[in-house]
């Protein structure tokens, strides 16, 4: 079935250094998201990849999708105690959502 | 922004109780709404789709009788969670998206559910 792998699980890093997480899918996707949740809160949305080879930015934020639209990746520069919780891709097939696993950022301040 | 309201926010429930949980859309339309399970340091897991008017799907190992979906209007759909066990104790989070093709899900409160 769909199935969107993501790694790491945790990534504990000082601030001020960059973070990355990854996502990788075994079929191509129509788009991929990206969802931020803070501990205790629901997922929010940040952002939609859709084009092949995308690369999108949020200030510190860069989000890119695969030439193959199989894989993505969201790096954030000089993380900040505020980047703290849990970042989520998710595939989108025909319009169901499933989500990666998740990577859980703590930033030592 | 799009906004959608979970109700209620927490529920505890003794054993074998039903329990029932709503997911409103207030300001757009939604034909699907989409019901998730979180366990705690866990990704969301799909539990079913809700269609307006019709059935919802749902995904596999997902109990459709212990797991009852209604979409009866474009902005409600409710899950009721029937002959709740400590084991159905978990976060459900429903979601919803505008009829717009690849709009994204937003995402409602959660319901943090304890079964004791």
């Known amino acids: 079935g769909q199935q969107v792998m993501q790694i790491p699980q945790y990534q504990h890093v000082q601030e001020g250094e960059d973070f990355t997480t990854y996502c990788n899918s075994s079929?191509?996707?129509?788009?991929i998201q990206w969802y931020k949740q803070r501990p205790g809160g629901h997922p929010v949305f940040l952002i939609q990849?859709?084009?092949?080879?995308e690369v999108k930015k949020q200030k510190r934020l860069t989000f890119q999708f695969g030439e193959a639209k199989k894989n993505s990746s969201l790096h954030i520069t000089a993380t900040q105690t505020t980047d703290v919780g849990t970042y989520f891709c998710?595939?989108?097939?025909?319009?169901?959502?499933?989500f990666g696993q998740g990577t859980e950022l703590s930033v030592k301040p | 922004g799009a906004v959608v309201s979970q109700h209620p926010s927490r529920v505890i429930c003794k054993s074998g109780t039903s329990v029932k949980i709503e997911c409103r859309s207030l300001?757009?339309?939604?034909?699907?709404m989409f019901w998730y399970r979180q366990f705690p340091k866990q990704s969301l897991m799909l539990m079913a789709t809700?269609?307006?008017?019709?059935?919802?799907?749902?995904e596999q190992g997902v109990e459709k009788d212990k797991f009852l979906i209604n979409h009866a209007s474009l902005t409600l759909s409710t899950l009721t969670v029937t002959s709740a066990h400590p084991e159905d104790s978990s976060f459900y989070i429903c979601?919803?998206?505008?009829?717009?093709?690849?709009?994204?899900?937003?995402f409602g409160n959660g319901t943090r559910l304890t079964v004791t």
């Open positions: 990849l859709v084009k092949s080879g």
């Open positions: 300001d757009f339309q939604a034909t699907t």
């Open positions: 809700s269609n307006e008017g019709s059935k919802a799907t749902y």
């Open positions: 998710a595939g989108d097939w025909g319009g169901k959502l499933i």
């Open positions: 979601s919803a998206r505008s009829t717009e093709f690849g709009s994204p899900l937003h």
């Open positions: 079929t191509t996707l129509s788009n």
